[in-house]
């Protein structure tokens, strides 16, 4: 789970109504490559000299790879309700 201060992975960093809902493939190779995708529209990051949603998706790519299924979502909201999809978040992992 990470926890931060935007809602999960945006296609428009500008735009909250493109939020990613699931980042998946089939086997670790599909499903990093999807995360590649999502990372080319990762500009930018809160403060200065913070990495962005594109560090976040570069440093889960170990965890995803070994078959974890990762969670980002927004600080404001429980951690229960981040796992459990009740709120907005992004849901990364294989077969998912």
Same mark, same amino acid.
């Given at each position: !789970?990470?926890?931060?201060?935007? %809602?999960?992975? +945006?296609? %428009?960093?500008? /735009?909250? *109504?493109? =939020?990613?809902?699931? =980042? @998946?493939? *089939? %086997? &670790? ?5 999807? =995360? ?8 930018? *990051? *809160? ?6 949603? @594109?560090?976040? !998706?570069? +440093?889960? #790519? &170990? ?8 969670? #980002? ?6 951690? /229960?309700? !981040? !796992?459990?999809?009740?709120? &907005? ?6 077969? =998912?």
């Amino acid at each position: !789970l990470i926890m931060t201060s935007v %809602d999960g992975i +945006y296609k %428009d960093q500008n /735009d909250p *109504s493109t =939020i990613v809902e699931v =980042i @998946k493939g *089939s %086997d &670790p190779d599909d499903v990093e490559a999807n =995360i590649r995708q999502f990372q080319a529209c990762c500009v930018g *990051s *809160s403060r200065e000299g913070a990495g962005g949603a @594109k560090a976040k !998706l570069e +440093y889960i #790519i &170990p965890a995803v790879r070994n078959g974890t299924t990762v969670v #980002i979502g927004n600080a404001c909201n429980t951690i /229960d309700d !981040l !796992l459990q999809g009740r709120v &907005p978040h992004t849901r990364i992992g294989m077969n =998912i």
